[in-house]
């Protein structure tokens, strides 16, 4: 449909991608299009390893709405911290008790 085109405007700097507005045209508002365009966005940000600054009410909102999409990548990082600490690369494979 010739003017539906909804967006999610941000700018990238330093590995942070920061949302500035998100804009669904108001005859297909309600159908959870902004959440797919948020989803897409964070999904995309922490597939390249990005950090997210919701600048935007919305995305903001959202991010405060649905945390356990900003936290997936960071419990990754922290689980990875956490195994080369209790599996250092020096250890040698006798760690553990086995011989």
């Known amino acids: ?8 405007d ?13 804009w669904v045209p108001p005859h297909i508002g309600g159908r959870g ?5 948020m989803a897409a966005a964070l999904d995309a940000a922490h ?5 997210v600054n919701p600048a935007c009410s919305y995305a903001a909102a959202y991010m405060a709405k649905h945390p356990e999409q900003g936290a997936r990548r ?17 250890d040698s494979p006798a760690v553990g008790g086995i011989t």
């Open 1 to 8: 449909m010739e003017g539906s085109d909804a967006h999610l």
């Open 10 to 22: 941000y700018a990238l700097s330093g590995g942070v991608m920061t949302i500035t507005h998100i």
């Open 33 to 37: 299009i902004a959440a797919g365009l």
């Open 47 to 51: 597939a390249a390893g990005w950090s």
């Open 74 to 90: 960071h419990d990754e990082e922290l689980l990875d911290e956490a195994l080369e600490e209790s599996f250092p690369a020096s």
